[in-house]
């Protein structure tokens, strides 16, 4: 009995040690953490195409995810899938999944595909998007059938929510050491060709009060959608639509378990510009609806934007409308052609607890032009580096993002930009430019192919953390009054166990041109200093 007790514990032992505590968000003076296991987690995440949530897939994802060196893997549980016949559940694949992400050692998120899946109802089962009397869809402003489910059906609203409460009761029941971190619910909501429902029940309640929390969050006064926010009145109205049913569905799922639960958006064609919500996903929580979100579904912890925009000027302005004091930046979705890779710095230097290049594996399916036009080596490497690098320090940057002391660059593209980018670290700048020779000053040229990126953290009086790829970093004086800078000590080095290991002293040829930061993996650790 003794022999079989210590097997037991050996073999406990030998299990990925996840920790019982639920996941959850958690935020602090308008910064944000994903705690998992009692500390800041940042996810280095991919995600898989969308039809590759069968079991014959997974040996086409899981070598991806070993290349790309992914902590956290984020695949779809469609409604069809899990309740194919009413009533009837199957959650094997479900089981087969979290089997394999363990031995893997991964995380996992879930992706709850129902009554929207980039809008549409296409992943809901036949029983329900077949039977248009039972589950009726939207009308538009001439009175036509519209392709999406309607956000006032109480049928609807109620099976989904059924089937969402027997999947988290099923993950309660299969998943005590919370491989599960954060479940997204549903999938790109919302409607394209009209801006909001007008069945009888919406147009009575846009013709209706706006209600209580939608006006508190706003400082409004009583009064119609109409009234209250003139050309905007379409976009809120159908943004609160969607956004309770879907608060809804989170509620009751986290009354079975609590976990973190976020919505995901399609986003608009740029983040500079007022656009037609009949052109866009309107209901969604693009940037523009936010705010109407953040009224409406309160069991939401945060929304996230899916970035398919090369351009570096809208990159950054989507990652700004997403970082806010109330909503952790995740980018839950992006390009995974090979410029994309670089937008991790700037994601992860805004405090982003997470990014996630989209379909990751070798099932055959692309979405070029959106993303490569092949899983090629090349593609898989320049996402894997990021994750490889920051992977032995992921506890710690996450801890460092929560306390308010990040920063990161991605490389510009556009000429004006002259290929640089000033960090304001507060006491101190770092200048952040692209394409120059380890040796001499010559002016930067860009990379061959926007590929660089930096990021630094502050650990703690004139100390930084520095790391990255293709770029050079000079810092300086904020307020330059002609006070001599000079790096004191530049350690290369690495992390262990979350400790960190001397590897060199960097110098000379090394500092004297700034650092320079090239193909190798390398973190530096860099102590600043004066001599007056």
């Known amino acids: 009995m003794r022999l079989r007790t210590l097997f037991a514990a050996l073999m406990l032992l030998a299990q990925p040690s996840f920790a019982a505590d639920i996941p959850h968000l958690e935020t602090k003076d308008g910064r944000h953490a994903l705690i998992v296991d009692g500390e800041p987690f940042l996810m ?68 709850w595909f129902a009554t929207w899946k980039n809008t549409g109802p296409a992943y809901a089962p036949s029983w329900v998007k077949l039977d248009n009397t039972r589950f009726p869809r939207m009308l538009n402003g001439e009175g036509k059938v519209h392709y999406a489910l309607s956000p006032f059906a109480e049928s609807t609203l109620a099976a989904d929510t059924k089937a969402f409460v027997a999947l988290m009761e099923h993950i309660k029941k299969v998943d005590k050491q919370n491989t599960i ?83 995901n958006a399609a986003l608009q064609g740029s983040p500079f510009e007022y656009q037609d919500p009949n052109t866009f996903a309107s209901g969604g929580p693009s940037h523009a609806a936010i705010d109407a979100w953040k009224a409406s579904a309160p069991h939401i912890d945060w929304v996230s934007p899916d970035i398919y925009n090369p351009d570096h000027a809208a990159y950054m302005g989507f990652l700004d409308h997403y970082t806010r004091p109330d909503n952790a930046l995740f980018v839950a979705e992006t390009g995974n052609a090979r410029h994309y890779a670089r937008y991790f710095y700037a994601a992860i230097g805004r405090g982003a607890i997470g990014f996630s290049p989209f379909g990751m594996d070798r099932t055959g399916y692309v979405n070029y032009p959106l993303g490569a036009p092949k899983i090629s080596d090349e593609v898989i490497a320049l996402f894997g580096r990021n994750y490889h690098l920051f992977a032995p320090m992921q506890r710690l940057w996450a801890k460092k993002a929560f306390e308010g002391k990040v920063w990161g660059s991605s490389e510009p593209t556009a000429e004006d930009a002259k290929h640089t980018e000033i960090l304001n670290l507060g006491k101190y700048t770092a200048t952040i430019s692209y394409g120059r020779p380890q040796f001499g000053f010559d002016d930067p040229k860009g990379n061959e192919f926007p590929m660089g990126g930096i990021a630094i953290a502050e650990m703690g009086p004139d100390e930084y953390l520095v790391a990255g790829f293709q770029a050079r970093v000079a810092f300086a004086f904020t307020n330059d009054d002609g006070t001599p800078l000079l790096m004191d000590r530049v350690e290369e080095g690495h992390f262990d166990n979350g400790k960190w290991v001397f590897d060199r002293l960097w110098n000379g040829d090394q500092t004297d041109y700034g ?5 190798a993996q390398q973190v530096l650790k860099v102590k600043l200093a004066t001599y007056r």
């Open 181 to 263: 971190i954060a479940v997204q619910v549903q999938n790109e909501p919302g409607t394209y060709g009209s801006a909001r429902d007008h069945s009888p029940a919406a147009n009575a309640a846009f013709a209706a009060e706006v209600p209580e929390a939608v006006r508190a969050h706003f400082g409004k006064d009583k009064g119609t959608w109409a009234e209250l926010f003139g050309k905007n009145a379409d976009l809120y109205f159908h943004s609160w639509a969607v956004a309770s049913y879907i608060d809804k569905v989170a509620a009751a799922g986290k009354a079975v378990k609590p976990l973190p639960m976020y919505a």
């Open 515 to 519: 650092l320079n930061f090239t193909s």
């Open 44 to 111: 280095l995440c991919a995600q898989v195409n969308n039809s590759s949530n069968w079991p014959a897939m997974l040996p086409k994802v899981w070598p991806v995810m070993d290349e790309l060196g992914v902590n956290t893997i984020q695949v779809p549980i469609a409604w069809e899938q899990i309740e194919p016949v009413e009533g009837q559940f199957d959650f094997s694949f479900l089981d087969q999944l979290l089997t394999e992400a363990r031995a893997h050692k991964v995380r996992l998120i879930p992706l």
